[in-house]
């Protein structure tokens, strides 16, 4: 297979979401890793800061798959509410981060729909969708633009949970000219949206543009890491085991997604208890080896 494969940094460093100074020492210390070739990734806001960061990133030889999302110290962004004011806020984070993304030259961007709103959701994914033609226009055309879905009724309550919906949207913007738009099928989330691993793969298997793999655990929900916590395979109560990453990469070779150029994939999951994360990532890659 002939896939780039990557590893998500901030989950592999957890301390490095809300740790800048730890989240610029574990990007220096993940580039020289040669267990993966790409890299998901964000780069932490301030000028001097940002700037460090991206020298880190100019030359490190990864692909880089960006992710925007709610940041440490900031107001969670909310691109589909009803409220002027939170979209014109939502806009310019993610402007804010498009840029950071085209600095460090991104290949791939990835981001989820932020909330639902439960009393207006038709109005929500209205408004979402202007939104989405808005930002899509503002992003190069040779960049991957990836929707990620996850949940509605567990966990993080998004807009785009249901895979039947954020599949039609895909396509709806493919429509509407922006044929690099398409989703991020995560494993973590495919048991909190109510699917299998072999229904949602076949569901997205049109606009698949990037993969995550992990874990969830939705069957204790008194677990600190009950729903969307991104634990390894195998965690005590969770849905999957290393069994099932390696059937979920078979999945994809299945319906072809292994083929496509610049298919990427990449591994989102906290360290193993008692391994560092050099360690637990050799784990990771072992597992994607024997599916081979």
């Known amino acids: 297979m002939s896939v780039i494969l990557g590893v998500n940094h901030m989950f592999l460093y957890p301390e490095s979401m809300t740790d800048e100074k ?35 990133l100019s030359d490190c030889g990864k692909w880089i798959n960006y992710n925007i999302g ?6 969670p962004v909310f691109p589909s509410s009803k409220f002027e004011k939170d979209r014109i806020y939502a806009y310019d984070i993610f402007m804010r981060e498009i840029e950071y993304a085209v600095t460090c030259g991104a290949k791939k961007l990835v981001f989820g729909s932020g909330p639902d709103d439960v009393n207006d959701h038709k109005g929500a994914l209205e408004r979402y969708f202007e939104f989405l033609i808005k930002l899509s226009s503002q992003i190069p055309k040779d960049m991957k633009i990836c929707l990620e879905p996850t949940d509605w009724d567990i966990d993080k309550h998004f807009l785009c949970g249901p895979l039947p919906q954020s599949v039609e949207l895909a396509k709806n913007m493919r429509k509407e000219g922006y044929e690099n738009f398409g989703l991020l099928l995560d494993m973590s989330h495919i048991p909190i949206m109510h699917e299998s691993l072999e229904s949602a793969v076949d569901k997205c298997r049109d606009v ?70 050099m360690q637990t990532l050799e784990k990771f890659v072992s597992v994607w080896q024997s599916a081979q």
């Open 208 to 277: 698949l543009t990037h993969i995550h793999m992990g874990n969830a655990v939705i069957k204790n929900k008194q677990s600190p890491f009950y729903g969307d916590k991104h634990i390894p395979w195998s965690y005590p109560d969770s849905e999957y085991t290393e069994k099932d990453g390696v059937t979920f990469i078979k999945l994809l070779k299945e319906i072809g997604y292994t083929k496509q150029e610049n298919a990427t994939a990449s591994f989102e999951m906290r360290p193993y208890e008692n391994m560092g994360a």
């Open 70 to 75: 709610d940041r440490f110290g900031e107001e």
């Open 22 to 56: 730890v989240h610029t020492e574990t990007l220096k210390e993940i580039i020289k890793t040669d267990l993966v070739d790409a890299l998901d990734l964000w780069v932490w806001r301030g000028k001097e800061r940002s700037k460090e960061e991206f020298a880190i």
